[in-house]
């Protein structure tokens, strides 16, 4: 009679595996309506975890065959946990263990690597994929860093030729060399025309008043005219063809050099 009541206690107390499983999914079902709350996908909580995809889905689901050892599985269990905000040492200790132990001695060494157990094959997956997510956020921050290093020298480059190109002009002054001639023809004008060979700064004044000055590309041709004076000012003299009053245009100068011509009109007393 004892024994049959004993039996009977017995086939009523779950085993130690059906409490594990039972516990597991309502863990892992507190976990994913978090997850859902707080708008995570499985992809991000992989990121955050460390933990494989496959593993995170596993406790969601409560499915014990795709996990690995109990005392695994409690580690697992706090670090999602702690990943949506949970106290994860609270939450996993509530996982049971029992008297489950997990032999750390290096028992691979005596069996070939073929007959690795499964836990060793997720320790190592584990281990592989947190080196591979280090990695390659080092990688990518290395990455980062050398575009942006490179995209602020080019800037500072490009700054650099820009105020180049703007200032050599000014600062090439006390070298000018410029002439003035005076104009033979009996007109109420003067007129320069200018024809470029090759880019270069022009500064024109007209009677005493700027009427260009700035950039111009090869190709271009532009005729000013003045009243009494007319004066071109190039940077890159060897590049500039000028023409004063529709005669035969001539170079101005020497390449890179700055020129400045002037012209006055022929006034009678």
Same mark, same amino acid.
């Given at each position: 009679?004892? *024994?049959?009541?004993?039996?009977?206690?017995?086939? =009523?107390?779950?085993?130690?595996?059906?409490?594990?499983?039972?516990? =597991?999914?309502?863990?892992?079902?507190? =976990?994913?309506?978090?997850? !859902?709350?707080?708008?995570?996908?499985?992809?991000?909580?992989?990121?955050?975890?460390?933990?494989?995809?496959?593993? !995170?889905?596993?406790?969601?689901? %409560?499915?014990?065959?795709?996990?690995?050892?109990?005392?695994?599985?409690?580690?697992?269990?706090?670090? @999602?946990?702690?990943?949506? %905000?949970?106290?994860?040492?609270?939450?996993?200790?509530? @996982?049971?263990?029992?008297?489950?132990?997990?032999?750390?001695?290096?028992?691979? &060494?005596?069996?070939?690597?073929?007959?690795?157990?499964?836990?060793?094959?997720?320790?190592?997956?584990?281990?592989?994929?947190?080196?591979?997510?280090?990695?390659?956020?080092?990688?990518?921050?290395?990455?980062?860093?050398?575009?942006?290093?490179?995209?602020?020298?080019?800037?500072?480059?490009?700054?650099? !030729?820009?105020?180049?190109?703007?200032?050599?002009?000014?600062?090439?002054?006390?070298?000018?060399?410029? +002439?003035?001639?005076?104009?033979?023809?009996?007109?109420?004008? $003067?007129?320069?025309?200018?024809?470029?060979?090759?880019?270069? *700064?022009?500064?024109?004044?007209?009677?005493?008043?700027?009427? +260009?000055? %700035?950039?111009?590309?090869?190709? /271009?041709?532009?005729? *000013? &005219?003045?009243?009494?004076?007319? /004066?071109?000012?190039?940077?890159?003299?060897?590049?500039?063809?000028?023409?004063?009053?529709?005669?035969?245009? &001539?170079?101005?100068?020497?390449?890179?050099? $700055?020129?400045?011509?002037?012209?006055?009109?022929?006034?009678?007393?």
């Amino acid at each position: 009679m004892m *024994w049959q009541i004993q039996k009977e206690q017995h086939e =009523l107390t779950p085993s130690l595996e059906q409490q594990r499983a039972e516990k =597991l999914a309502e863990i892992g079902a507190q =976990l994913w309506t978090s997850r !859902l709350e707080q708008g995570f996908s499985l992809e991000e909580m992989v990121i955050s975890t460390k933990i494989p995809r496959r593993l !995170l889905q596993a406790i969601e689901e %409560g499915n014990l065959a795709e996990l690995p050892e109990p005392v695994y599985i409690q580690g697992l269990i706090r670090q @999602f946990a702690d990943a949506l %905000g949970f106290n994860g040492a609270e939450l996993s200790s509530s @996982f049971p263990i029992g008297s489950s132990r997990v032999n750390l001695k290096p028992s691979w &060494k005596s069996r070939p690597l073929g007959q690795l157990r499964p836990l060793h094959l997720y320790v190592l997956y584990i281990v592989l994929i947190v080196c591979s997510v280090s990695g390659l956020s080092q990688l990518l921050n290395t990455a980062t860093w050398q575009l942006s290093h490179t995209q602020s020298k080019q800037l500072r480059q490009t700054e650099n !030729l820009q105020s180049t190109a703007i200032e050599k002009p000014q600062s090439q002054i006390l070298q000018l060399d410029k +002439y003035i001639v005076s104009s033979s023809n009996d007109t109420d004008h $003067v007129e320069i025309g200018v024809t470029l060979k090759e880019k270069s *700064w022009i500064r024109v004044v007209a009677d005493g008043k700027v009427t +260009y000055e %700035g950039e111009l590309p090869e190709g /271009t041709h532009r005729i *000013w &005219k003045a009243q009494e004076q007319l /004066t071109v000012r190039a940077g890159n003299a060897g590049g500039v063809l000028v023409s004063i009053n529709q005669e035969k245009a &001539k170079q101005m100068g020497e390449p890179g050099t $700055v020129k400045e011509v002037t012209i006055a009109a022929n006034t009678k007393s």
